[in-house]
């Protein structure tokens, strides 16, 4: 399962509301998981089942969609947050992620 | 709490062959498989397979068949990944992380820190 990520990058103000999508081949139902990666650390779950928040994930974080759509959204971008997010769709092993999204300082 | 350390970086040169090793704590080894993903110098994540904790049972995606090995030992926690036959192209970030739910609940989760494996001549 090919997955595809808009945009593959953006730059955004602390506050901003910012939304990344992601794009599954083939419909997966709600089989995606989310992640922050940073320079150097490995990544850190977010959201899976599309929409399930991660323990310990602050709320302005949130996940949406189901089939082949999905979509990230920060709903008020903190300092903190500047990063890589990756999708990962679970439906079908091999996992694939999906290329990424850099999200930095405006 | 539960964690994942990876063994340190690696340098090796081509043609040689490295194994990186994952030791878990704060949990049930045997109660979770051990995945393995790549992360090329300024790429994205690629899964290279997994091993079944409890019987040693092992899935390799179809770009490593033929060149990885992933074996465990559950007298101390710990999984390994070995790559063989390494090329320039195998240059990255190896992290091991545990597979945890099922079906769309699936997720990797926590993950290793990462061991820099770079290959050199």
């Known amino acids: 399962i090919q997955v595809t990520q808009s945009p593959s990058s953006l730059s955004a103000s602390v506050g901003d509301r910012v939304t990344i999508t992601c794009r599954a081949s083939q419909d997966i139902i709600s089989s995606l998981a989310w992640y922050q990666q940073k320079p150097g650390k490995a990544p850190k779950l977010l959201i899976y089942a599309a929409s399930t928040l991660q323990s310990g994930v602050p709320s302005r974080f949130s996940g949406s969609g189901s089939e082949t759509d999905f979509t990230l959204t920060i709903s008020s971008l903190q300092p903190e947050d500047f990063a890589t997010y990756y999708c990962?769709?679970?439906?079908?092993?091999?996992?694939?992620f999906g290329p990424g999204t850099k999200v930095d300082i405006k | 709490q539960v964690q994942l350390v990876q063994s340190g970086a690696e340098v090796k040169q081509p043609g040689a062959s490295v194994k990186v090793s994952c030791r878990a704590s704060g949990y049930n080894f045997s109660d979770y498989y051990i995945h393995w993903v790549r992360q090329a110098p300024g790429q994205g994540l690629e899964v290279m397979g997994w091993?079944?904790?409890?019987?040693?049972?092992?899935y390799y995606t179809q770009n490593f068949q033929g060149r990885v090995t992933m074996t465990r030992d559950t007298s101390i926690t710990t999984a390994y990944m070995q790559l063989s036959r390494l090329r320039s192209e195998d240059t990255g970030l190896y992290h091991c992380?545990?597979?945890?739910?099922?079906?769309?609940?699936?997720?990797?989760?926590?993950w290793g820190q990462g061991t820099l494996v770079t290959v050199s001549s």
């Open positions: 990962l769709q679970v439906d079908t092993y091999p996992f694939t």
């Open positions: 091993i079944d904790t409890i019987s040693g049972v092992t």
């Open positions: 992380t545990r597979g945890v739910g099922t079906r769309s609940s699936a997720r990797f989760d926590p």
